[in-house]
């Protein structure tokens, strides 16, 4: 009677120490049979109790395999009620690789599904869209067929009914012959990212260093240096420019500012502005 046995993946695991403590009698051609047998057994599942096909797997005659392989092998497997040889420990390690196998199948299922939902969600606003833009291309003026959202909330149209609202009296109702606004996609939100590698200061913020007193190159390459080497989140912004202004403020408000003029320096100034003046007879 025959089963159906399971192929497991092309791997296998080899646990040299274990391996030797269990072979350290086996001769050079029972090592070979052996290894050749485990790993059929890996691929495959429990051997056949069938001689001539365990000698095609171990690559000798049955002869030699009668006498000098498997009078020694066998003591490594049993044979169970399926009519299979077994081995314990590697029934044990095929039974842990497809559990493994199995979870990252469903965790990969699980995240396809996933997507699959935000994908679905995003679907019917997108369709929405694409039919007012459809509509507004087909020659029919909005103002006709109000070309609008196909599910507009009560407090919108396509005329407020704020006259404040409205610039200079003009109706926001599309007049005859006039193609209606195509609306347009939300703007995403603005993600944060990191600094590129090969960044350089734009026009625009080196003329902001150099109002600040600052040099824009040199402070250049500091600031690349950190932002780069700054690891995880910490070194993603939203807005750079931002990040840059702020950094030519801080090393402008942490230069050391001119030392202070003592009374000799005060006294040396006056008396070289009085030398060139010259001397007037009575004063």
Same mark, same amino acid.
């Given at each position: 009677?025959?089963?159906?046995?399971?192929?497991?993946?092309?791997?296998?695991?080899?646990?040299?120490?274990?391996?030797?403590?269990?072979?350290?009698?086996?001769?050079?051609?029972q090592h070979g049979a052996y290894f050749l047998l485990?790993?059929?057994?890996?691929?495959?599942?429990?051997?056949?109790?069938?001689?001539?096909?365990?000698?095609?797997?171990?690559?000798?005659?049955?002869?030699?395999?009668?006498?000098?392989?498997?009078?020694v092998l066998k003591r490594f497997f049993s044979l169970?009620?399926?009519?299979?040889?077994?081995?314990?420990?590697?029934?044990?390690?095929?039974?842990?690789?497809?559990?493994?196998r199995i979870k990252r199948t469903a965790a990969a299922?699980?995240?396809?599904?996933?997507?699959?939902?935000?994908?679905?969600?995003?679907?019917?606003?997108?369709?929405?869209?694409?039919?007012?833009?459809?509509?507004?291309?087909?020659?029919?003026?909005?103002?006709?067929?109000?070309?609008? /959202? +196909?599910? &507009?909330?009560?407090?919108? @149209?396509? !005329?407020?009914?704020?006259?404040?609202?409205?610039?200079? $009296?003009?109706?926001?109702?599309?007049?005859?012959?006039?193609?209606?606004?195509?609306?347009?996609?939300?703007?995403?939100?603005?993600?944060?990212?990191?600094?590129?590698?090969?960044?350089?200061?734009?026009?625009?913020?080196?003329?902001?260093?150099?109002?600040?007193?600052?040099?824009?190159?040199?402070?250049?390459?500091?600031?690349?240096?950190?932002?780069?080497?700054?690891?995880?989140?910490?070194?993603?912004?939203?807005?750079?420019?931002?990040?840059?202004?702020?950094?030519?403020?801080?090393?402008?408000?942490?230069? /050391? +500012?001119? &030392?202070?003029?003592?009374? @000799?320096? !005060?006294?040396?100034?006056?008396?070289?502005?009085?030398? $060139?003046?010259?001397?007037?007879?009575?004063?």
């Amino acid at each position: 009677m025959s089963t159906k046995r399971s192929k497991s993946d092309v791997w296998m695991p080899i646990y040299i120490g274990d391996y030797l403590a269990d072979t350290m009698r086996l001769s050079t051609v029972q090592h070979g049979a052996y290894f050749l047998l485990m790993m059929e057994y890996w691929r495959q599942g429990p051997l056949p109790h069938d001689a001539d096909e365990l000698c095609a797997v171990a690559r000798t005659d049955r002869k030699t395999w009668d006498k000098a392989i498997w009078p020694v092998l066998k003591r490594f497997f049993s044979l169970e009620e399926d009519g299979f040889l077994h081995q314990k420990r590697a029934d044990a390690e095929r039974a842990h690789a497809e559990d493994k196998r199995i979870k990252r199948t469903a965790a990969a299922h699980a995240k396809h599904q996933k997507d699959a939902c935000k994908k679905d969600a995003n679907a019917p606003a997108n369709a929405e869209q694409t039919v007012v833009q459809n509509e507004c291309k087909e020659g029919d003026t909005c103002a006709s067929r109000a070309c609008a /959202s +196909p599910s &507009p909330s009560p407090s919108s @149209s396509l !005329r407020s009914e704020d006259p404040s609202l409205r610039s200079g $009296g003009a109706s926001a109702e599309a007049s005859p012959g006039q193609d209606g606004a195509v609306a347009s996609k939300p703007a995403k939100a603005k993600r944060a990212c990191r600094l590129p590698e090969n960044w350089q200061p734009s026009s625009e913020q080196i003329e902001f260093a150099r109002e600040n007193g600052v040099d824009p190159m040199k402070t250049a390459v500091v600031f690349r240096d950190y932002w780069i080497g700054v690891p995880g989140e910490k070194g993603r912004k939203l807005d750079w420019d931002a990040t840059w202004r702020n950094w030519v403020r801080r090393d402008t408000s942490l230069r /050391s +500012p001119p &030392p202070r003029q003592t009374q @000799s320096d !005060r006294r040396a100034a006056v008396n070289q502005a009085w030398a $060139g003046v010259p001397d007037i007879e009575g004063v």
